[in-house]
């Protein structure tokens, strides 16, 4: 089970929804709060982002298979990393899955960034000449931009239905649209003047932070539109 975050809204830095809050990212990976499955998050990271610095608006990643606190460069970098969207993670590996850069949220399909929280039976899942590695997570990535992200609803429900005791939150972004779901672990929003955060769990005390109910879609539009739409699944 990892953590992930996810933002919407004016650019800021990585390092704003990261490393500066009293529980961001970077405190989650080694103390997180609201973890159920798992103690930390040591095996790895990632954070993508869609910067106005590159032309073309595709996302781009950093990613590691290092614990976050440890890595020599982020707490250097992460303040100049800056965009209008951003998705991050820290991994805590399920038993038997590699521990590789390439198995680290966020995943791309060249438009999306993707993040999943959460566990999925392999043998659930097809395989893809697309997957960026074998971890239940790279799979499923790999199948929700197979299917598309505008079907991710059928195909959470498709997974769910192969394996019931799958745990499927997702955070997808592109740079003006964010979807996550909530399957199984916990996920809050963050409404702010200048965009929306989505977070597995808070990353400070701010009492605005709204906890979202499980099995839903969720999508944020513009900065603050955040709409939910109940899943359908066995
Ligand atoms: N099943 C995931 C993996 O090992 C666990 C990490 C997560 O929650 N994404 O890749």
Not at 182 to 193: F, H, I, P, Q, Y
Request: hydrophobic share 45%; with cysteine; glycine share 8%.
């Amino acid at each position: 089970m990892c953590r992930h975050l996810g933002w919407l809204g004016d650019p800021v830095s990585v390092a704003s929804l990261v490393s500066e809050p009293a529980n961001g990212l970077l405190v989650q990976s080694y103390a997180p709060r609201r973890q159920k499955h798992g103690l930390m998050n040591a095996d790895g990271w990632g954070v993508g982002f869609f910067s106005s610095d590159v032309p073309d608006g595709t996302p781009r990643r950093w990613r590691s298979a290092t614990p976050l606190w440890g890595d020599a460069s982020f707490a250097s970098v992460a303040p100049a990393l800056r965009g209008g969207c951003i998705v991050a993670a820290v991994r805590s590996a399920s038993i038997g899955m590699p521990i590789e850069a390439s198995a680290s949220a966020p995943f791309t399909d060249g438009q999306w960034l993707l993040s999943h929280n959460g566990l999925v039976d392999r043998a659930a899942l097809p395989l893809s000449p697309h997957a960026e590695s074998t971890n239940d997570s790279a799979l499923l990535a790999a199948l929700i931009f197979d299917r598309g992200i505008d079907r991710l609803a059928d195909t959470i429900a498709e997974v769910a239905a192969a394996d019931p005791a799958a745990r499927l939150n997702i955070l997808a972004a592109n740079g003006s649209r964010m979807v996550a779901t909530t399957w199984g672990d916990t996920l809050s929003v963050l409404s702010r003047a200048d965009g929306t955060v989505l977070a597995s769990e808070p990353y400070d005390d701010d009492p605005r932070w709204r906890e979202l109910p499980d099995r839903h879609l969720i999508s944020v539009d513009g900065a603050s539109d955040v709409e939910l739409i109940p899943l359908k699944g066995p």
